[in-house]
């Protein structure tokens, strides 16, 4: 990604998306001492939580440890709600991240998906985010 493209998605981020983007920075600080990676304009860190994947803003959070091919997929869809965050802006929380949280994490959710074999990316808003991440994650992924 060239230089401009990401100062512009920063600033964006820092601006239209704020509410997730202080979230997401909050959740950074947290994980401090996790390896992180940049991909595109987002930073990525790689936790040592119990929990999955999450994008708040220009942060990601995937569980560190993961098979690459695995994490690169996980990354790929977070980064799509990057890019979900930026074009909603402050809308994101209630537009994405609520539906997300609910169909990640409601037990009825996770009991329906299992029983039935339906693919996490298949609801809004991962089937849009996974489109988005398709779509726009970067090959060069570097380490921090």
């Not at 060239?2 to 909050?26: E, F, S, V």
């Not at 997300?100 to 298949?122: C, D, G, T």
């Amino acid at each position: 990604m060239k230089k401009w493209r990401i100062a512009a998605y920063r600033i964006w981020q820092w601006t239209w998306g704020l509410p997730q983007t202080l979230l997401g920075l909050i959740m950074a600080l947290k994980y401090r001492r996790c390896p992180r990676k940049r991909v595109g304009g987002a930073i990525a860190t790689l936790h040592d939580g119990d929990w999955g994947g999450v994008s708040l803003g220009m942060f990601i959070f995937v569980p560190d440890g993961l098979q690459p091919e695995r994490e690169a997929k996980l990354l790929a869809h977070e980064y799509g709600h990057t890019f979900q965050s930026a074009l909603l802006g402050p809308l994101y929380l209630l537009a994405v991240g609520i539906p997300s949280f609910l169909w990640a994490n409601l037990p009825r959710n996770v009991k329906r998906r299992s029983m039935q074999h339906i693919p996490y990316e298949s609801h809004y808003p991962e089937n849009w985010a996974e489109a988005l991440g398709r779509r726009h994650y970067p090959q060069q992924k570097e380490r921090t």
